[in-house]
């Protein structure tokens, strides 16, 4: 049990798109097989575990404040604003409790300011960066954000 946090990246495939044509071939050979149309692609862009201050990030700047292990869409501009308040942080320690705050809940893991949690944020920072600079992903796919505990 604990605080299981996920960002997927989501992408529609169409069947009336020049551009998703060859992808289409490919998941026609998987719909075979499961005997089902398949409409989306879903791949687990990040995956972070009881990094409670960037979970309490996410609901306070992505879903209004509600904690409610639900699924909300985030736009890129707003991963680009953790990738931001992340760096900050990084560069000075002291700005931590002020820009990212550690939050507690039901197994939600450790609140200091330790090791482990400046470990995530340079995860964070790379992930994010990775995704977000990436072409590809930026034109066809959409993020999704998902906790649970």
Request: aromatic letters at 14%; charged letters at 25%.
């Amino acid at each position: 049990m604990g605080l299981d946090m996920y960002l997927n990246a989501k992408r529609y495939v169409s069947n009336y798109s020049e551009a998703d044509a060859e992808l289409r071939g490919e998941l026609d050979k998987l719909e075979s097989l499961a005997g089902m149309p398949i409409k989306e692609i879903v791949c687990e862009a990040m995956y972070w575990r009881k990094a409670n201050a960037i979970h309490d990030w996410f609901v306070k700047n992505v879903q209004n404040g509600e904690d409610d292990c639900g699924t909300y869409y985030v736009e890129n501009k707003q991963l680009q604003a953790l990738v931001d308040t992340c760096k900050a942080i990084l560069a000075d320690h002291t700005l931590a409790a002020e820009l990212l705050p550690t939050a507690s809940g039901f197994f939600f893991g450790s609140t200091d300011y330790d090791d482990y949690y400046y470990e995530e944020l340079e995860a964070t920072v790379d992930g994010l960066e990775k995704l977000l600079s990436d072409e590809n992903i930026a034109k066809n796919f959409y993020f999704e954000y998902h906790a649970s505990w």
